[in-house]
């Protein structure tokens, strides 16, 4: 998930030319704007402005598609249920069970959320390592401890990740062939058992080696850069525009009225 949202390089476009503490924040203005939005012209707004953050992120077509299906399928596996849970108008009938328009209507509103929400914090926080990320959130004044997890996370699951990939290959050298069979559940016990003791084997290794380094329960920070006139413009040019999209339905609603009022007399 940690992959699916940062890029591992950044190029020298516009839309990453400001302070990281301010791209996150924009993409957290954005979710919440998104979340907080129940109208679908509102959210059609909000999804032209993720796309044109894409496109002028670093994230190419190719890798910012797979990694959108990557999060679909864990998405979709929470909303499939609520088409036919929903109380509401019967749409139509599966397997003798009814499938509401509400429901309908509530999983593909919650689908598009999500999708515009990660397009935004993949587009903004594209090219930001965990070091980055990290001061951009203690300068936005997160809690230290969540910080802290968020960079152990980061740099460790990768970690544990090949530490799974070795024991798998030493499962395969020993002839081990997966099937349904008790002996092939205790296998994956097994592999699960020592996962679990090399996690708290390089834990407490790691917990020793930070303490002979001198950390005090504190990572070293930079000092934090005042922001630039640039940065203040693109930041006020964005809440602006989030503003009026978030109030675009009754923005049409007005011009349509004024049209009326104007055609009448």
């Not at 030319?17 to 979340?35: E, Q």
């Not at 796309?51 to 299906?69: E, T």
């Not at 001061?135 to 090949?162: D, F, G, N, T």
Request: a positive charge; one cysteine or more; charged letters at 15%.
């Amino acid at each position: 998930m940690i992959e699916a949202l940062l890029a591992a390089t950044s190029t020298p476009t516009q839309s990453v030319n400001i302070a990281p503490r301010l791209r996150v924040l924009l993409a957290l203005i954005m979710a919440c704007a998104v979340v907080l939005n129940g109208q679908w012209i509102p959210l059609f707004g909000y999804g032209l402005l993720a796309l044109h953050l894409w496109q002028r992120s670093a994230v190419g077509c190719v890798v910012g598609l797979k990694r959108l299906a990557a999060v679909d399928g864990f998405i979709v596996l929470t909303v499939i249920l609520l088409p036919f849970t929903e109380p509401g108008e019967v749409a139509f009938s599966f397997g003798g069970v009814a499938v509401t328009h509400e429901g309908i209507a509530l999983a593909a509103m919650i689908l598009v959320k999500a999708n515009i929400i990660v397009i935004a914090l993949m587009a903004q926080c594209a090219g930001l390592n965990a070091v980055a990320l990290s001061h951009a959130l203690a300068e936005l004044k997160m809690p230290h401890k969540l910080v802290l997890m968020m960079q152990m996370s980061i740099r460790y699951i990768s970690v544990m990740q090949q530490e799974f990939t070795r024991l798998r290959c030493a499962m395969k050298a020993r002839g081990f062939r997966p099937d349904n069979s008790l002996h092939t559940w205790r296998s994956y016990g097994y592999l699960f058992g020592m996962m679990l003791v090399r996690a708290m084997e390089r834990a407490d290794r790691i917990w020793l080696a930070m303490k002979c380094r001198g950390f005090n329960g504190r990572f070293p920070m930079t000092q934090t850069v005042p922001l630039s006139a640039h940065d203040k413009r693109y930041i006020g040019g964005y809440f602006i525009i989030v503003a009026l999209v978030f109030n675009l339905n009754v923005i049409a609603n007005w011009l349509v009225s004024t049209v009326a009022v104007q055609e009448w007399l």
